[in-house]
């Protein structure tokens, strides 16, 4: 009988049932078929989970020989097969996704958590996002050649507030909550990462300039994307060999279509092009390591991994935050720049006061005090006790997810 669990959960015996494809670089991390056999005859090690984690994989498809036995020991109540894993984590293309599954919610009001920016400038920016990302399949005349240039001075206008609005919190936390949305995953996605990139590059001293510059980068470091066929950037299942090799041709394309229509310098068509390079050289397309990579590319990795991870796919239910932040620390220095990774962790607020969480225990609150960012205090929603998430008698009660976040 074929289940779905956590990858701690994996025992000696089983067999996994599906293709597991890592969530970061596309690799086949167990292939279907894999029988588990560990030195003890029990769980896996701590060891072969970190692995699992470390590629974005929490949950696998496994083939249990007494299935019963196993789901009543294990106290789970249903049995179901997801939707194939895929490698291809943040289609560009506009096409309606499913919407998110209907999961449990506390019969109250949720407070709205604050946004980095307010919804005028969010949907400024999804305007000028969209206008820039239509000019990758029209041919370059005099006329389009003047829309070019409105929606590049748009996309400029846009990042110059951003960077305004994010200065004046230079040393504050940057929230991005309230920016996610599933139903036009590609431009918000693409707000998300300026807005993290700005905040990081402006917390390492960056120019202003500089910073304006590096946040034009990251609102089009995707835009390659729109070259590549509907049905590979939509696909749900896993993708071909070539298929794979399409997707990854995304940063040059990106690069490539700047450079047709005389779209920013140099710098920012190299952190369009670069921004999957890894730190120890085994990204792409041109294979960069360490400091080679340039400095604007390895903040927009960042920022990019950081977003995809914790929003909303049809194959997929995002990370928490605390996953995605232990996810990314896990491959400093094999696929992220140190100092990069740092800042990006004095600057993301995981659980802004009002989110709402719910628990290991079934249970939800709302967020009153986050000063400890990994545990914080809640106000729960049944009762309005307090609840201090790092008190010794709740340790044994993990984050489930944040409710409302897609």
């Known amino acids: 009988m074929e289940i779905r669990i956590k990858v701690e959960d994996i025992s000696d015996g089983m067999v996994i049932r599906q293709d597991i494809i890592s969530e970061i670089d596309g690799t086949i991390i167990a292939k279907n078929g894999t029988k588990i056999s560990t030195e003890n005859g029990s769980k896996i090690s701590n060891l072969v989970v970190k692995k699992f984690h470390k590629h974005g994989i929490t949950h696998v498809v496994v083939n249990v020989d007494n299935a019963v036995s196993y789901l009543e020991k294990n106290n789970i109540d249903s049995v179901k097969k997801p939707e194939t894993i895929s490698s291809d984590k943040s289609p560009l293309k506009q096409e309606p996704l499913k919407p998110p599954p209907k999961l449990p919610k506390p019969d109250i009001d949720i407070p709205k958590a604050k946004s980095s920016i307010d919804d005028e400038l969010r949907e400024e920016a999804v305007d000028s996002i969209r206008s820039m990302f239509s000019l990758a399949n029209v041919p370059k005349t005099e006329e389009n050649m003047t829309t070019a240039y409105r929606a590049v001075k748009e996309v400029e206008d846009v990042v110059d507030k951003l960077t305004k609005s994010l200065s004046g919190e230079a040393d504050s936390f940057v929230c991005i909550a309230d920016i996610k949305s599933y139903d ?22 960056l120019s202003e300039y500089e910073v304006q510059q590096l946040g034009r980068s990251a609102i089009l470091h995707d835009i390659g994307k729109m070259m590549i066929p509907n049905e590979v950037i939509n696909k749900p299942g896993r993708l071909t060999e070539e298929e794979f090799i399409e997707i990854k041709n995304h940063p040059a394309y990106g690069a490539d279509l700047l450079a047709k229509w005389g779209i920013g310098d140099m710098a920012i068509r190299l952190g369009v092009l670069s921004h999957h390079e890894k730190m ?39 990370m928490t935050p605390a996953e995605a932040v232990d996810l990314i620390s896990s491959q400093v220095g094999t696929a992220f720049d140190y100092e990069v990774v740092s800042v990006l962790l004095d600057k993301i607020e995981l659980y802004p006061i009002n989110t709402c969480l719910e628990l290991s225990n079934g249970r939800f609150g709302l967020v009153i005090d986050n000063e400890y960012p990994m545990r914080p205090v809640l106000k729960m929603t049944d009762t309005g006790e307090k609840l201090d998430l790092l ?8 984050i489930k997810r944040v409710v409302d976040s897609y």
Not at 281 to 303: C, D
């Open 280 to 318: 120890d050289g085994t990204g792409y397309p041109n294979k960069l390591k360490g400091k080679k990579i340039p400095l604007w590319a390895r903040i927009i990795s960042v920022a990019d991994v950081y977003d995809a991870v914790t929003s909303y796919r049809s194959y997929r239910v995002p």
């Open 391 to 398: 008190g010794l008698e709740n340790l044994d009660i993990m």
């Open 184 to 205: 036009e995953y590609t431009y918000h996605h693409s707000i998300s990462v300026a807005i993290l990139s700005i905040a990081i590059g402006q917390s390492m001293g």
